[in-house]
């Protein structure tokens, strides 16, 4: 596990989210729960909404440029180099149209990753002539020693997390793209589990792209993604071609005057409809609340959390992985007990994520000591403990 050196652990702030007493929710890295900002910004937009001669021209565009600002400072990036996007599998999409490969090189990716990744990076194979090359661990290795051991010369694309989104497992992306570059193999990084709650910086990894969603770590709501591009791919080919994109599409009475330009940077690589007036300030309030609270306080606060839990796990004999982000981890539990298991803390008012075959545990902010033991009496319960 890492975490930030120097950074002062933040103080509970459950009174921000809307969860009820007696609810242990550890289930952010599928979706995290809305902040009471998120809500009340969701409620004035609907209205503003429903009231459509209230909406102005730059209301079209100044939420949008708002967001790319602040996921960029998220990830050291500049508001033009990211596109909005409305999922990871859109992501994924655009990096595999702006990348090539060829017959008898390969797709590097993790045992086990986000499906969306994978099916796109066989489309890509299926399409280059170029074949998947699967990293698996083998025992007592690290996701970064095989991915290390695995990546040569034939490898055109490198896909990984910053953590395995199974269980939280850590990779040294330094080192993988420090490798990734000598190899003159592309980057692509999915930080859908990262970014919001463990520093991650493009500007020392240097990927060609990298994807997250925004309903995880980001706090946000459901459609709004983003999509880091490197300057060097700022040229390529969108997905889709939207008037939203073009330049001087502001000049609403011009649009017919069709533009062969984009607008600069990253921009043309955003989706239709990216304006989303009704869920845009949703993700602005999450966006300004984690600025506010900054990433490495963020992520050496839930170290203290998912510590305390591991010692726990570890206490009872259950394994979990090493090294480990310091957001989320995932415990493993007895062979065919982990649908029982599962049940049992729902039951129990415990809400976690079963994934590959770990009992997967990511708090946030909300998280008390409380939820802990909720947590724990319930596993116990479950696995038949004292």
């Not at 975490?3 to 550890?26: C, K, M, T, W």
């Not at 859109?90 to 499906?115: K, Q, S």
């Not at 980001?218 to 709004?224: E, I, R």
């Not at 997905?239 to 607008?263: A, C, H, M, P």
């Amino acid at each position: 596990m890492t975490s930030p050196v120097g950074s002062e652990p933040l103080p509970n702030a459950r009174e921000l989210f809307d969860i009820p007493d007696g609810i242990a929710y550890f289930n952010t890295a599928s979706v995290a729960p809305t902040l009471r900002t998120g809500l009340v910004a969701g409620e004035a937009a609907l209205l503003k909404r429903a009231q459509p001669w209230r909406l102005l021209g730059p209301d079209w565009f100044s939420g949008a440029e708002r967001r790319r600002e602040l996921f960029g400072e998220l990830i050291g990036a500049g508001a033009g180099d990211i596109a909005l996007v409305p999922a990871t599998s859109y992501g994924f999409a655009v990096a595999a149209a702006n990348l090539t490969a060829r017959a008898g090189e390969r797709i590097l990716v993790l045992d086990g990753e986000y499906p969306s990744g994978i099916y796109t990076w066989w489309r890509l194979a299926e399409r280059t002539g170029a074949s998947m090359l699967t990293v698996r661990r083998e025992p007592g290795q690290t996701w970064t020693e095989a991915v290390l051991d695995a990546l040569d010369a034939s490898v055109a694309v490198v896909s990984v997390p910053r953590v395995h989104w199974t269980d939280g497992a850590l990779l040294d992306l330094d080192r993988i793209a420090g490798a990734a570059r000598a190899a003159d193999a592309a980057l692509v990084i999915d930080a859908s589990q990262s970014v919001g709650a463990i520093p991650i910086d493009v500007r020392t990894l240097k990927p060609d792209f990298l994807v997250s969603v925004g309903y995880k770590w980001l706090l946000g709501p459901f459609g709004l993604g983003y999509l880091y591009v490197a300057p060097a791919r700022q040229e390529g080919r969108p997905l889709e071609e939207n008037w939203i994109v073009r330049k001087d599409s502001d000049d609403f009475g011009r649009l017919v005057e069709y533009r062969t330009e984009y607008q600069s940077g990253a921009r043309r690589f955003d989706v239709g409809a990216r304006t989303a007036f009704e869920l845009t300030p949703m993700a602005l309030a999450a966006l300004e609340q984690l600025s506010a609270w900054t990433v490495p306080r963020i992520a050496v606060t839930l170290a203290a959390t998912t510590a305390r839990i591991a010692s726990a796990a570890r206490e009872r004999g259950l394994p979990v992985p090493a090294p480990r982000g310091p957001h989320m981890l995932g415990i493993t539990v007895p062979d065919g007990l982990q649908k029982r298991v599962m049940a049992a803390l729902e039951e129990a008012n415990v809400f976690v994520g079963a994934r590959g075959s770990a009992i997967r545990i990511s708090p946030h902010l909300h998280t008390t000591g409380a939820d802990i033991e909720q947590l724990l009496t319930a596993l116990d319960a479950a696995l038949n403990r004292p």
